[in-house]
């Protein structure tokens, strides 16, 4: 029972680099979906996907792209790291549109931008 | 759309003893989900409870309860018997609306002393 996988659990990189979180699920989910963990803000929605080739931004998508050509593959690129992007990234699941479902969370990737 | 409030960042209770979150939100929606997750210092989220709006009786998942005030739009959950390993941050959350994604609060972080 694999789940879904983040990795790496732990990222430190220098500003301006370009750096890719993986995530990946094995239960062929329809809905994918990467959240951001801050102090003081609790998680939030930087980007999700209804299936593969669909993405959509959320509330904090600016700095990051998001792909997704394979169903159990949803990738989320920093395209030139800065110290503000310095979090915890939470990729998360659902098998279909159904909120009383409840996401299902990777473990995370703690990111460190110098 | 939603709006999720946790107004106290920390709490503390004694081994054994009850202890209560609190958790408010706004929506226009009738339709809404609403759930707690904990983050245990292993960083993972887990769903603890989950509460439909339309239910009228609150939900119950052994020691852990939740007071459901839809008129106060008020979501708070009850931990009794609390043990030493349900010290963790405890997120409440919301979905509401058709178009809608899990939106977050803030958190609590809840220490429990032996």
């Given at each position: 029972d694999a789940g879904i996988t983040q990795s790496p659990r732990y990222k430190i990189t220098?500003?301006?680099?370009?750096?890719?979180?993986?995530?990946?699920?094995?239960?062929?989910?329809?809905?994918m979906f990467w959240y951001r963990q801050d102090l003081g803000h609790g998680l939030r929605l930087i980007y999700y996907s209804a299936a593969a080739d669909i993405t959509d931004k959320g509330e904090v998508p600016d700095g990051y792209v998001v792909s997704r050509s394979k169903t159990e593959n949803f990738p989320l690129t920093l395209e030139s790291a800065t110290r503000s992007q310095t979090?915890?990234?939470?990729?998360?699941?659902?098998?279909?549109?159904?909120?009383?479902?409840?996401?299902?969370?990777?473990s995370g990737t703690r990111l460190t931008v110098v | 759309a939603q709006t999720v409030t946790q107004s106290q960042p920390e709490m503390s209770v004694q081994e054994?003893?009850?202890v209560t979150l609190s958790c408010t939100y706004d929506t226009s929606e009738s339709d809404y989900y609403l759930f707690w997750y904990k983050q245990p210092p292993s960083r993972q989220m887990i769903l603890v409870i989950r509460q439909e709006a339309y239910k009228q009786q609150n939900a119950?998942?052994?020691?852990?309860?939740?007071?459901?005030?839809?008129?106060?739009?008020?979501?708070?959950?009850?931990?009794?018997?609390?043990?030493l390993g349900d010290a963790a941050m405890y997120f409440c959350a919301a979905w509401a609306g058709a178009n809608s994604k899990l939106t977050f609060g803030k958190g609590i972080t809840l220490s429990v002393r032996p």
């Open positions: 220098e500003t301006g680099r370009q750096v890719t979180l993986m995530c990946h699920q094995t239960w062929s989910h329809s809905y979090s915890v990234y939470f990729c998360a699941s659902l098998p279909y549109w159904a909120p009383n479902y409840g996401y299902t969370f990777g | 054994a003893e009850t119950t998942e052994n020691r852990f309860s939740v007071n459901f005030q839809k008129a106060a739009k008020s979501f708070s959950l009850k931990i009794s018997d609390s043990q």
